[in-house]
């Protein structure tokens, strides 16, 4: 006699719903970063870091966007850890609440006609 296959069980399987949101979540942070630097180079050298000599502008502007690839890994060390110690969706709500918090500081700061020199 033979016994039929086992059936894998739910966890074994391909989860869709998890491959769809980490698919989504990489696209729209890679799209991000495709803006960021294209805008980086068009735009940023004028507007945020004048100066007479443009190469020197434009390099200052894609060493900001460098620095983006330098902290990365650095925030996903410290988050695992933080992750590992009170659990991955109280440190998911902590780093919503950090990008959330800081977004809404961003949209609240004064502007240079408002407080002069001390704006950002």
Do not use: C
């Not at 190469?55 to 590992?84: E, K, Q, Y």
């Amino acid at each position: 006699m033979t016994t039929p296959a086992a059936q894998p069980d739910e966890a074994s399987g391909i989860n869709y719903r998890v491959l769809l949101g980490s698919l989504s979540g990489s696209v729209i942070e890679w799209f991000d970063f495709l803006v960021y630097g294209t805008v980086a180079a068009l735009v940023f050298n004028k507007l945020y870091f004048p100066s007479d000599n443009e190469f020197v502008s434009t390099m200052l502007a894609f060493v900001s966007f460098s620095l983006t690839f330098f902290f990365r890994p650095l925030g996903g060390i410290l988050f695992s850890h933080i992750g590992d110690r009170i659990g991955r969706k109280k440190t998911l709500f902590i780093t919503l609440t950090l990008m959330g918090g800081g977004t809404v500081a961003i949209g609240l700061l004064p502007d240079y006609a408002a407080i002069g020199v001390a704006a950002p």
